[in-house]
């Protein structure tokens, strides 16, 4: 069965929502089926396929050794959020990787690429990250975006097409729009494996995510594979969050970060110990003295507009998927050529079950 | 309907399972159900209640408010596993939380209590903590315990009944006969808050497990509530089996240790930081380095048996409950007096994940 036939039939099945974000209607899957992944989105019959997933691997050279049966091109992961931007009845749009039209993105395109790629070009659909402290998902951002937000394309679609955009295609459409591109750090293969540590040794002292690895060939072989500092980061950043996230969030990152450091040969000094350990506590207390204040646990995030409305229909939108008392709106405001959004997530499950340990609340465990 | 009559009607529903330990047989609950304990157990229709589930308090202060009417007892939590002791056809036996019967402890009675009580008081059901660095369950032991095994009686059930004996008729056969007792700290209630601080700062700088507290009233209301001490303890000695345990193992004691740290006062010591983000990582070290050694990650226990024939019974009953693959024999010899038993239990699931990860594998998280 073609693949857009499979779409056709799981609409008619009605595996998928109907979206209406402003005048925006469109039909969305919300999860995994028969082949369509998550986040599938269909715009007058225009499907937009889901990003797929990317396997992860934990070490570097059984894991080439394992997936990749050619050279591969290694990019970096920037830390981010996915989205795919393609244009619709004339208009830029961004979809979230859950197939969430995001009001702020598209909002924000002018600013983060050209846009002329779509006018000669307009079955396009750029597969990106956007990344930067100014973002309203987030906690986390590479260090190189020091403020506001930043687009990274990292892959190409088309419209109606589950495939991605051959790798020297993509590079060529990047180059002649001048696109944004994640770092790319060239062609490898297992022979190159101690360029590519010393490559994950540079990525992880600077703070950087980790790679993607392509494989170089038309099955197209992907995986990831992140750096121990951005596992530490994580914890940091989330801590707070410990009775939100799911607790394998944590266990899981403790051990890519020691895989990390073992095929690395890095040692474990007493500053990572002494961080790691402190991430933890620091992070619980941190919620203690939010809760001790507001009686909520919360993280409060803060993103710049072009339009007004645009900020008002992001704030719509987040209410409806994260339930409307979870999201404050602390200020929308006027700020030179910019509408800046600041609001708060509120963390539900932590704040109850903080409330009802300091209560005085008992659990059974 | 009468507690034995709920028994007598799930034993009916076969709600039970048949257990044969050498020549020992009786119904087993494996679950909860309709009012009955899990680990509830019937030999030849007497019905051994399971010791039922303790609430867990993480504050000190809001707890006791919330959770207690009338002054209460504190009695130490000792960090072992919990038996139920109890003379049948002539012979005393124990009885694990799940209601396993266990040849190890029933070999060790002799050795850990005065058994003369069972000759006066045949219906009488103990329930105790056995502890110590040469037990076959817990990785951790109390610091008091520095060699073998030792039993702590904290409660009296009688047999046919869900109930435990009175506080004070406990205390009166415990001394009557010389049982050896968990700490007893004394009676408590809310205006000795600060002498109870106190009392949990020394236990937790003595790496002690925690308290039990027991409402002096007929309704005998418990909670149980643990240093920080004991939650970096754990994480120690468990981070080697992070893979095989629930995830959220690591974040409740992570949570519990920042709870205690706060209501106690204690600020965050580097040297607290840096043990616990080390032991994390030293765990999960040991973890990759025995797996590269020994294609398997396990734990290594040992104990001591008076009888040859129960340390083999021992050995089997493990086998039959972890499979058998999962339990390795090292070494069954006379040492002097006793029989020096000594095995590994293999970590199954942290093999698995282990090996499937240092082979290259790919996982989608």
Redesign the interface.
């Known amino acids: 069965m073609d693949a857009n036939q499979l779409v056709l039939q799981a609409l008619e099945e009605q595996r998928a929502t109907t979206e209406c974000v402003g005048s925006w209607r469109y039909l969305r899957f919300p999860h995994r089926t028969h082949g369509i992944p998550r986040g599938t989105a269909v715009f007058d019959g225009d499907v937009i396929w889901g990003y797929p ?1 990317i ?5 570097l ?7 990749f049966r050619a050279p591969f091109w290694v990019e970096e992961k920037v830390d981010g959020y996915n989205v795919r931007v393609f244009q619709h009845r004339g208009q830029v749009l961004a979809l979230t990787r859950r197939g969430y039209l995001c009001p702020f993105t598209t909002d924000r395109l002018p600013d983060l690429l050209p846009l002329r790629i779509f006018a000669e070009h307009p079955d396009l659909v750029l597969c990106a990250e956007v990344a930067g402290p100014e973002n309203p998902y987030n906690e986390s951002h590479p260090p190189y975006v020091t403020e506001d937000v930043q687009l990274f394309v990292f892959d190409m679609m088309r419209k109606n097409d589950p495939h991605f955009v051959p790798h020297g295609e993509r590079l060529a459409l990047q180059q002649a729009y001048g696109l944004p591109s994640v770092p790319h750090y060239g062609r490898f293969e297992l022979r190159d494996l101690e360029r590519l540590k010393a490559l994950l040794r540079w990525l992880n002292a600077e703070g950087r995510e980790g790679i993607v690895l392509k494989e170089d060939s038309p099955r197209d072989q992907r ?1 990831k594979y992140v750096t121990a500092n951005a596992c530490l980061h994580d914890i940091q950043v989330t801590a707070m969050s ?2 939100q996230l ?3 969030f ?3 990152r ?2 890519r ?3 990390f ?2 095929e690395a040969e890095l040692a ?1 000094s ?1 500053a ?11 992070g ?2 941190q919620a ?1 003295a939010q809760y001790r204040q507001h009686h909520k646990v919360f993280r409060t995030f803060r993103c710049r507009f072009r339009q007004e409305a645009n900020a008002q229909l992001f704030i719509q939108s987040l209410r409806r998927l994260l339930g409307h008392p979870h999201v404050r709106q602390r200020r929308l405001a006027r700020e030179g050529a910019w509408y800046v959004l600041e609001f708060d997530k509120v963390l539900p499950k932590e704040t109850s079950m903080l409330g009802h ?9």
Chains 1, 2 share one sequence.
């Open positions: 997933e396997g992860r691997i934990l070490r050279e059984a894991g080439i050794r394992e997936q995986a410990l009775l799911p607790p394998e944590y266990t899981q403790l051990l970060l020691v895989l450091l073992d474990d007493p990572l110990c002494a961080a790691l350990g402190e991430a933890f506590i620091a619980l207390r203690l340990l300091l209560g005085g609340g008992m659990v059974f465990d």
